[in-house]
Protein backbone atom coordinates (compact mmCIF):
# COMPACT_ATOMS: atom_id res chain seq x y z
CA UNK A 1 0.00 0.00 0.00
CA UNK A 2 1.64 3.44 -1.23
CA UNK A 3 1.15 6.08 1.38
CA UNK A 4 2.97 9.66 1.56
CA UNK A 5 2.73 11.45 4.88
CA UNK A 6 3.59 15.14 4.68
CA UNK A 7 5.03 17.53 7.79
CA UNK A 8 6.98 20.39 8.77
CA UNK A 9 4.03 23.00 8.20
CA UNK A 10 3.46 25.54 11.28
CA UNK A 11 3.13 29.55 11.56
CA UNK A 12 6.05 31.48 10.20
CA UNK A 13 6.96 34.91 9.73
CA UNK A 14 6.47 36.74 6.40
CA UNK A 15 10.22 36.78 4.97
CA UNK A 16 11.18 33.67 6.56
CA UNK A 17 11.99 30.08 5.19
CA UNK A 18 10.62 26.81 5.79
CA UNK A 19 11.49 23.08 5.00
CA UNK A 20 8.39 20.12 4.41
CA UNK A 21 9.06 16.88 4.44
CA UNK A 22 7.53 14.11 2.51
CA UNK A 23 7.80 10.58 3.71
CA UNK A 24 6.62 7.72 1.10
CA UNK A 25 6.32 4.08 1.92
CA UNK A 26 5.23 1.25 -0.17
CA UNK A 27 7.01 2.16 -3.41
CA UNK A 28 10.38 1.65 -4.87
CA UNK A 29 10.70 4.96 -4.03
CA UNK A 30 14.61 5.34 -5.54
CA UNK A 31 12.29 5.39 -9.09
CA UNK A 32 9.75 7.33 -8.09
CA UNK A 33 9.31 10.75 -8.91
CA UNK A 34 7.37 12.93 -6.53
CA UNK A 35 5.45 16.80 -6.75
CA UNK A 36 4.68 19.13 -4.39
CA UNK A 37 1.64 20.55 -4.78
CA UNK A 38 -0.69 23.59 -2.07
CA UNK A 39 -4.05 24.26 -2.03
CA UNK A 40 -5.34 27.72 -0.10
CA UNK A 41 -8.77 27.85 1.49
CA UNK A 42 -11.39 28.28 -1.69
CA UNK A 43 -8.66 27.61 -4.38
CA UNK A 44 -7.64 24.58 -6.97
CA UNK A 45 -4.22 22.51 -5.93
CA UNK A 46 -1.84 24.18 -7.36
CA UNK A 47 1.67 22.08 -8.37
CA UNK A 48 4.59 24.09 -7.11
CA UNK A 49 7.79 21.55 -8.18
CA UNK A 50 8.91 18.25 -8.59
CA UNK A 51 11.71 15.84 -8.97
CA UNK A 52 12.45 12.64 -10.99
CA UNK A 53 13.63 9.56 -8.60
CA UNK A 54 17.33 10.16 -9.84
CA UNK A 55 17.23 13.97 -8.73
CA UNK A 56 16.45 15.78 -11.47
CA UNK A 57 14.65 18.81 -11.03
CA UNK A 58 11.67 20.48 -12.47
CA UNK A 59 12.80 23.99 -13.60
CA UNK A 60 9.69 25.05 -15.97
CA UNK A 61 8.32 27.86 -13.99
CA UNK A 62 11.01 30.85 -12.83
CA UNK A 63 8.78 32.36 -11.40
CA UNK A 64 8.49 29.36 -8.79
CA UNK A 65 12.54 29.50 -7.84
CA UNK A 66 11.39 30.09 -4.12
CA UNK A 67 10.27 26.20 -3.99
CA UNK A 68 13.73 24.21 -3.58
CA UNK A 69 13.13 20.81 -3.82
CA UNK A 70 15.39 17.47 -3.00
CA UNK A 71 15.30 13.81 -2.05
CA UNK A 72 17.05 11.82 -0.06
CA UNK A 73 16.61 7.97 -1.04
CA UNK A 74 18.03 6.54 1.57
CA UNK A 75 15.34 7.87 3.98
CA UNK A 76 12.59 8.08 1.08
CA UNK A 77 11.60 11.81 1.94
CA UNK A 78 11.91 14.28 -0.56
CA UNK A 79 11.94 17.76 0.72
CA UNK A 80 10.46 21.16 0.08
CA UNK A 81 11.86 24.32 0.92
CA UNK A 82 9.99 27.80 0.27
CA UNK A 83 11.69 30.82 1.09
CA UNK A 84 10.82 34.21 1.00
CA UNK A 85 7.35 33.52 2.52
CA UNK A 86 4.19 35.87 2.03
CA UNK A 87 0.94 35.38 3.76
CA UNK A 88 0.15 34.10 -0.16
CA UNK A 89 1.55 31.21 0.66
CA UNK A 90 -0.37 30.40 3.51
CA UNK A 91 -2.17 26.84 2.29
CA UNK A 92 -1.78 23.22 2.73
CA UNK A 93 0.81 21.67 1.37
CA UNK A 94 0.54 18.34 -0.77
CA UNK A 95 2.89 15.39 -1.95
CA UNK A 96 2.32 12.66 -4.67
CA UNK A 97 4.03 10.31 -6.91
CA UNK A 98 4.58 11.40 -10.61
CA UNK A 99 2.11 10.56 -12.31
CA UNK A 100 -0.55 11.54 -9.26
CA UNK A 101 -1.64 8.01 -8.96
CA UNK A 102 -1.36 7.60 -4.95
CA UNK A 103 -4.24 8.68 -2.46
CA UNK A 104 -3.87 12.25 -1.27
CA UNK A 105 -2.48 12.14 2.55
CA UNK A 106 -3.29 15.03 4.77
CA UNK A 107 -1.54 17.19 4.00
CA UNK A 108 0.56 19.61 6.39
CA UNK A 109 -0.39 23.13 7.21
CA UNK A 110 2.05 26.26 6.43
CA UNK A 111 0.44 29.49 7.81
CA UNK A 112 2.19 33.01 6.81
CA UNK A 113 1.33 35.80 9.70
CA UNK A 114 2.99 38.58 11.65
Known amino acids: QVQLVESGGEVVQPGGSLTLSCVAS????????IAWYRQAPGKEREFLTA???????NRSDPSKDRFVIWRDNSKNTVYLRIDRLTPEDTATYFC????????WGQGTQVTVSS
Open 51 to 57: ISGRGLR
Open 26 to 33: GIRFDVTG
Open 96 to 103: NTIPARTP
